[in-house]
């Protein structure tokens, strides 16, 4: 009996310790689950602890948040916070809750680099008028703005509504008949039903054409008396010794611009007893010819003050044309007389791409020996891309460190002549030979932020190319040299 309660004791006690062994065992695995649970939910390994991690359940190291909401864009639905989801946003990166999509292919504008609003086929960023459809991107007077979008496509300095002829340019609004239409696109000049390649008196009117004598001119200006040649008869003529067919008369009181002493009308005579310029406006009144920088040009028709120019790569208000941007400088010594005899010494252009690159402090060097103005060396700076800037600028010459701006006295001698050019063909000259005058405001300004010393010329015509001669008369001059550092203009319109 002993003995069998003495068994079951001792098999009670090893039951006892198989428990604790098992209860021990079992233990140890439960919470080594646990441990594993907990790490699979706090590491998703990518390194980042669980309270620092803006996706903590998916691996995203870098940890990218585009809208900044703290939550990753590895996990974040709506990855720009502009309230749709990624999946129906058509710019998931970029906040565009209005999802305009001007062109119908499937990217928001915000993120379309190819975007053609108007759908006319040309992207936005190369477009001349990205909101209105143009195809054929006509451009009538080779401004920024194509003639779709254009407020004065012929360039004339009218408003297309109030200009009597809005796609050929006729600043002076002339209008012989007083139909609506200016004389320079009126096909009735006289206003008497004739066209005028068919009227026998295209300037007088005469709507039964009669002539009788039969010699093609008829009867109403046979013995007309036209002291100037220009077409119209003295007494119907605003300038009857001056030839002028348009009539021009900028301030309506009756005389043509072509002889009126007092082009606009201020009580200051264009000019002095001598020929020389008398008003600093001759097309702008401005009776108190005010003259703030005293450049010689007044505050009315003054785009700018010269004093202040500045030109900058940054893209300013003036900027260097840069082969960044598809500018191209050559150097043209084709009029040296002695370089060619002289291999090159003593005529020429050096560094000529020193004047487009981004080093706003290198320099092309013009230099020539000239003899009675028969040699001259030229740089021309000029885009490419098919950009062409408006008429209405101040184009900047830099040529020189300002302490050496006795080189105006060389401009004024036509030692150095600028001009600009459209296509090749010379629209404005310094030395007035050809095309109209740039109107020379004065040397000064900054380049980058560095003294340098503009030549600051007042444009009136659309250019793409801007030239730079070391030449015109002189009776000898010993290899005069200019360094051009830049050459800059507007890429918009500047306005006074």
């Avoid at 504008?109 to 040309?122: E, P």
């Avoid at 401004?143 to 297309?160: E, I, K, L, M």
């Avoid at 010459?397 to 296509?423: C, F, G, M």
Wanted: glycine share 14%; hydrophobic share 30%; net charge negative.
């Amino acid at each position: 009996m002993l003995n069998r309660k003495l068994w079951f004791a001792l098999l009670g006690l090893m039951t006892l310790f198989v428990l604790a062994g098992c209860n021990s065992d079992s233990s140890g695995d439960s919470d080594s689950a646990v441990a594993g649970v907990v790490e699979e939910q706090n590491d998703d390994g990518d390194g980042i602890a669980e309270d620092e991690d803006n996706c903590p359940a998916i691996f995203n190291p870098l940890q990218e948040d585009a809208d900044g909401d703290g939550i990753g864009d590895a996990c974040d639905t709506d990855s720009d916070n502009d309230g749709l989801s990624d999946a129906a946003d058509n710019c998931p990166l970029v906040a565009n809750p209005g999802q305009e999509d001007a062109d119908g292919d499937g990217l928001g504008d915000v993120c379309d680099n190819n975007a053609d609003g108007d759908m006319d086929g040309f992207d936005d960023d190369v477009d001349n008028c990205p909101a209105v459809p143009n195809p054929g991107q006509e451009n009538q007077d080779r401004d920024s703005f194509g003639d779709a979008c254009d407020s004065d496509q012929d360039g004339d300095g009218v408003d297309n509504g109030a200009d009597n002829c809005p796609a050929v340019s006729n600043a002076s609004q002339a209008d012989f008949d007083n139909d609506g239409a200016g004389n320079a696109c009126d096909a009735d000049l006289d206003g008497d039903g004739a066209d005028n390649d068919a009227d026998n008196c295209p300037l007088f009117a005469n709507p039964g054409q009669e002539d009788g004598d039969g010699d093609g001119i008829g009867d109403a200006c046979e013995d007309s008396v036209d002291g100037d040649g220009d077409g119209l008869p003295d007494s119907d003529d605003n300038c009857p010794a001056v030839a002028n067919p348009n009539q021009e008369d900028l301030d309506g009181d009756g005389t043509g611009n072509a002889c009126d002493a007092d082009t606009d009308g201020d009580g200051i005579e264009d000019e002095n007893a001598l020929g020389q310029p008398n008003d600093n406006c001759p097309l702008v009144q401005n009776a108190d010819q005010a003259d703030t920088d005293g450049d010689g040009l007044g505050d009315a028709c003054d785009l700018i003050d010269d004093t202040e120019y500045a030109c900058d790569i940054s893209g300013e208000t003036f900027s260097p044309f840069l082969a960044d941007n598809d500018a191209t400088s050559t150097a043209d010594d084709s009029g040296c007389l002695l370089g060619g005899v002289l291999g090159g010494a003593t005529c020429g252009v050096s560094g000529a791409a020193n004047v487009i690159d981004n080093d706003l402090g290198n320099a092309a060097t013009i230099y020539n020996t000239n003899l009675l103005g028969l040699s001259e060396a030229m740089l021309r700076v000029a885009d490419t891309s098919g950009f062409v800037y408006p008429g209405q600028n101040v184009l900047g010459v830099s040529i020189a460190e300002s302490a050496q701006l006795l080189q105006l006295d060389l401009l004024a001698n036509n030692t150095l002549i600028v001009r600009t050019l459209l296509d090749g063909e010379v629209q404005e000259s310094s030395d007035g030979d050809i095309g109209v005058d740039l109107d020379l405001l004065g040397v000064s300004g900054m380049l980058g932020g560095t003294e340098q010393g503009f030549l600051v010329f007042q444009t009136s015509l659309p250019f793409n190319q801007v030239e730079i001669i070391n030449g015109g008369f002189g009776v000898l001059s010993v290899l005069d040299e200019f360094s051009v550092y830049s050459v800059c203009a507007s890429r918009t319109e500047v306005t006074p």
